[in-house]
């Protein structure tokens, strides 16, 4: 069983490390299309935009496909979109190039999610949800440092190259050991939307994408706002990431595990608490490596163990209805990623890129509060019974 979600992890590492690079390498990109840091952040704008938008779309659409064909056409999608980002020459076709490979993405994570739910009994959920996760969190520790690495030591569009490279061994992985997966119910358009009318479902989704708003909108810039810490040196960079990449997967694997066990709600309290301790000291933690270190790794498992308790929330609530409610949740996960091209942007421009952690924890504050609130409307419905989650026919 855990073959089959190491395999589901191995896409997901793909997948984040391609939406968590591009953060490793902006300067290079910056200097080599001659763009400015906030007009080269919008890559990773229109690579989240167009997962986050798309995702439902493509849910719907695609609901009559095989599972494990539409896993594969994902990351295929996602190594090709790479490619070109990897070898168009001008700014407007690298952008349009991340438009693809959101499709790719977009295809592939929420399939992966519901489908590692439905492979696993109800009481296993929480770990199943976290391996797959772990993939996510995984490559910011060990993708996104590597693509770093690579990108300083020859240039950015080898980590591209790269990228691809990983989608393709996804693909090859998900096509040899994955089983056939049957289909379920299929929803369309409207009625996957139309779960968020459940004010349960509604409320832990806009948690999802206020707290990520908060976490990504530093991390987007992250090569601006911790320079004092690396001196502009690409490697210490990729060490910093490393860390916050391995705190990410620390938090996603022990909150998968303590999601079984105790209350959801305090983990994501517990978690966005200390990282909002964390970001509200960055302007002067980011001054050294040392305390810059420590920042990342511990905003890193703080941040990433709010997700898990999430998708949780949202199978307790309907489990026939998870499919869809996990897809809507990891689109507002990249919804956020998206925003925080923005917000970091404008972050910089009002306070400068030393104070965005600050800024962010706005964000982070709000989504504690739209977490409250959902927890309790958990509290005062009677909750969905606990049965099995649906063959991944939905997202």
């Given at each position: 069983?855990?073959?089959?979600?190491?395999?589901?992890?191995?896409?997901?590492?793909?997948?984040g490390?391609?939406?968590?690079?591009i953060?490793?390498?902006?300067?290079?990109?910056?200097?080599?299309?001659?763009?400015?840091?906030?007009?080269?952040g919008?890559?990773?704008?229109?690579?989240?935009?167009?997962?986050?938008?798309?995702?439902?779309?493509?849910?719907?659409?695609?609901?009559?496909?095989?599972?494990?064909?539409?896993?594969?056409?994902?990351?295929?999608?996602l190594?090709?979109?790479?490619?070109?980002?990897?070898?168009?020459?001008?700014?407007?076709?690298?952008?349009?190039?991340?438009?693809?490979?959101?499709?790719?993405?977009?295809?592939?994570?929420?399939?992966?999610?519901?489908?590692?739910?439905?492979?696993?009994?109800?009481?296993?959920?929480?770990?199943?949800?976290?391996?797959?996760?772990?993939?996510?969190?995984?490559?910011?520790?060990?993708?996104?440092?590597i693509?770093?690495?690579?990108?300083?030591?020859?240039n950015w569009?080898?980590?591209?190259?790269?990228?691809?490279?990983?989608?393709?061994?996804?693909?090859?992985?998900?096509?040899?050991?994955?089983?056939?997966?049957?289909?379920?119910?299929?929803?369309?358009?409207?009625?996957?939307?139309?779960?968020?009318?459940?004010?349960?479902?509604?409320?832990?989704?806009?948690?999802?994408?206020?707290?990520?708003?908060?976490?990504?909108?530093?991390?987007?810039?992250?090569?601006?706002?911790?320079?004092?810490?690396?001196?502009?040196?690409?490697?210490?960079?990729?060490?910093?990431?490393?860390?916050?990449?391995?705190?990410?997967?620390?938090?996603?694997?022990?909150?998968?595990?303590?999601?079984?066990?105790?209350?959801?709600?305090r983990?994501?309290?517990?978690?966005?608490?200390?990282?909002?301790?964390?970001?509200?000291?960055?302007?002067?933690?980011?001054?050294?490596f040392?305390?810059?270190?420590?920042?990342?790794?511990v905003?890193?498992?703080?941040?990433?163990?709010?997700?898990?308790?999430?998708?949780?929330?949202?199978?307790?609530?309907?489990?026939?209805?998870?499919?869809?409610?996990?897809?809507?949740?990891?689109?507002?996960?990249?919804?956020?990623?998206?925003?925080?091209?923005?917000?970091?942007?404008?972050?910089?421009?009002?306070?400068?890129?030393?104070?965005?952690?600050?800024?962010?924890?706005i964000?982070?504050?709000?989504?504690?509060?739209?977490?409250?609130?959902?927890?309790?409307?958990?509290h005062?419905?009677?909750?969905?019974?606990?049965?099995?989650?649906?063959?991944?026919?939905?997202?």
């Amino acid at each position: 069983m855990y073959r089959r979600l190491l395999v589901l992890a191995l896409g997901t590492f793909a997948v984040g490390t391609d939406g968590f690079v591009i953060a490793g390498i902006l300067p290079e990109i910056s200097r080599s299309l001659h763009t400015n840091a906030a007009a080269t952040g919008l890559l990773v704008t229109m690579f989240a935009f167009t997962y986050a938008v798309s995702s439902p779309i493509i849910a719907a659409t695609t609901a009559h496909w095989p599972r494990k064909r539409l896993l594969i056409a994902g990351l295929l999608i996602l190594a090709v979109g790479n490619v070109l980002t990897a070898t168009l020459p001008l700014y407007g076709l690298v952008l349009a190039s991340r438009v693809i490979a959101g499709l790719g993405a977009g295809m592939f994570t929420p399939t992966a999610s519901a489908t590692a739910a439905s492979l696993v009994e109800p009481h296993q959920r929480g770990r199943a949800l976290a391996v797959v996760m772990a993939g996510l969190s995984s490559a910011t520790a060990l993708g996104a440092p590597i693509g770093t690495v690579i990108g300083s030591q020859t240039n950015w569009q080898t980590t591209l190259w790269f990228v691809a490279a990983l989608a393709v061994l996804g693909a090859v992985g998900v096509a040899v050991l994955l089983p056939a997966i049957p289909a379920a119910h299929v929803a369309g358009l409207r009625e996957r939307l139309a779960t968020m009318k459940d004010a349960r479902i509604g409320f832990t989704l806009l948690t999802t994408l206020l707290v990520f708003t908060g976490l990504f909108t530093d991390y987007t810039f992250v090569g601006e706002s911790f320079n004092r810490a690396t001196g502009g040196n690409g490697i210490a960079l990729a060490i910093l990431l490393f860390l916050w990449g391995a705190g990410a997967t620390v938090g996603s694997v022990t909150a998968g595990h303590l999601t079984d066990r105790i209350s959801g709600q305090r983990i994501i309290a517990v978690a966005v608490v200390v990282v909002g301790i964390d970001f509200a000291l960055l302007p002067f933690s980011s001054r050294t490596f040392a305390t810059a270190a420590v920042a990342l790794f511990v905003w890193g498992v703080c941040g990433w163990a709010t997700l898990v308790p999430l998708q949780h929330r949202l199978i307790e609530v309907s489990p026939e209805h998870a499919p869809v409610s996990i897809g809507l949740n990891a689109s507002a996960t990249y919804l956020a990623t998206a925003a925080s091209g923005l917000t970091g942007a404008a972050g910089i421009a009002a306070f400068g890129a030393y104070s965005l952690g600050p800024f962010g924890l706005i964000f982070l504050v709000l989504g504690l509060v739209a977490s409250i609130v959902s927890a309790r409307f958990v509290h005062t419905r009677r909750p969905a019974p606990a049965g099995p989650v649906p063959a991944a026919a939905e997202r």
